[in-house]
């Protein structure tokens, strides 16, 4: 795509030249939101390495004051924080005047809706194996405290290898401060996919409202359908609470107990009564495969990594301190602030990472 092509849509001549001048070469555009356009690019890390990412494009001159305020900050306060090989990885963000450019990993089999629409709902097994990942990233999120609130199929990003990721954090926010749970009061998210607590409208515990969006994530995989398909939030919130729900005829018999099991605890309409992220990775239907049972050395080592920095920020850092911290970095050359950078050993590390056999 040429730079006059890109600048049309919203992307200077100078902003091109200055990211190029980083490695990243924009290609064409994969995707489109109310405050963001979503690249196809290659990151030159020399003349004979490349890494083909994508570049998601924040204009923040289009944004209300409530995103620019309170959610891109929560965002970008994450996407710097997190490192885990089941949550799409982002190497580089810069910011420029109005515009950040953050550059992450590119999923070359799509999403999670994209896929199963193409080639029908999962066999059991292989919705165990991708839900194992998907806990995996989930535990060690929440582990630190934060909660996505916006999970669903097309947050499910698929590798070349078939592994999946989470990806979006545009609604992020953190769940703990000082040792007290923090209630959410912000309805967000997608409606099919939203926990009754939060249709109805009341404070709710984020973390246990990503558990219900996993549920109805882990009914899509089994059944190619949506347990809740009203038009409205009141008739969805209805059949809900009322557990008006069911396995598709075709599938149901095919279902061992646990896994029937695993998607009733999930859809239960008490909040507290869900499972945990940590519970579920544990539970009994995951452990019907005693291969995904095990935490890899990487995601123990990262857990125990999350662990230590909850312990940390229990004493001395709040959230307001690090998203301070980050309208604080220094300013690169030709205005291009860098607040998050990686080097040619992070992009060997990568390639060895998706290249480690699964469980």
């Known amino acids: 795509m040429s730079d006059n092509k890109l600048d049309l849509?919203?992307?200077t001549n100078s902003d091109i030249r200055l990211l190029q001048e980083k490695g990243y070469y924009l290609q064409k555009i994969v995707g489109e939101g109310s405050y963001a356009k979503v690249y196809k690019a290659v990151h030159m890390w020399n003349e004979t390495q490349h890494t083909v990412v994508a570049c998601k494009l924040i204009d923040t001159a289009q944004g209300p004051r409530e995103y620019l305020c309170k959610f891109l900050p929560r965002e970008l306060d994450v996407l710097i924080r997190v490192d885990h090989p089941h949550i799409v990885n982002v190497s580089s963000i810069f910011q420029r005047r109005a515009k950040y450019f953050i550059f992450l990993r590119y999923a070359e089999k799509g999403d999670l809706l994209d896929f199963i629409t193409q080639n029908g709902a999962l066999s059991e097994n292989q919705s165990r194996l991708w839900m194992r990942q998907i806990m995996s990233?989930?535990?060690y999120i929440?582990?630190?405290n934060i909660a996505h609130r916006d999970l669903k199929c097309e947050n499910i990003l698929i590798t070349a290898n078939y592994n999946v990721k989470i990806t979006d954090f545009g609604f992020t926010r953190t769940t703990k401060e000082k040792d007290r749970d923090i209630f959410s009061e912000t309805y967000c998210g997608s409606l099919l996919y939203a926990a009754p607590e939060v249709l109805k409208g009341v404070p709710y515990l984020p973390k246990c409202a990503d558990m219900w969006s996993i549920g109805i994530i882990l009914y899509i995989m089994l059944n190619k359908a949506l347990p809740f398909?009203?038009?409205s939030a009141r008739a969805i919130y209805e059949k809900q609470i009322r557990g008006k729900w069911r396995f598709r005829s075709s599938i149901v018999d095919s279902l061992s107990l646990q896994c029937r099991e695993q998607v009733a605890q999930l859809m239960e309409p008490e909040p507290q009564a869900r499972p945990t992220a940590g519970g579920m990775f544990n539970g009994p239907w995951i452990g019907m495969d005693?291969?995904?049972t095990k935490l890899t050395p990487l995601e123990e080592n990262l857990l125990k990594q999350a662990n230590e920095e909850m312990q940390k920020q229990n004493n001395d850092e709040s959230e307001y301190d690090r998203i301070a911290l980050i309208r604080q970095k220094y300013r690169g050359k030709g205005g291009l602030r860098v607040l998050k950078e990686a080097d040619e050993?992070?992009?060997?590390?990568?390639?060895?990472l998706e290249n480690t056999p699964e469980n």
């Open 142 to 144: 929440h582990t630190l």
């Open 137 to 139: 990233g989930l535990y």
């Open 290 to 292: 005693t291969r995904l």
């Open 9 to 11: 849509l919203g992307t």
């Open 345 to 352: 050993n992070f992009a060997k590390s990568q390639q060895l």
């Open 229 to 231: 398909n009203e038009s």
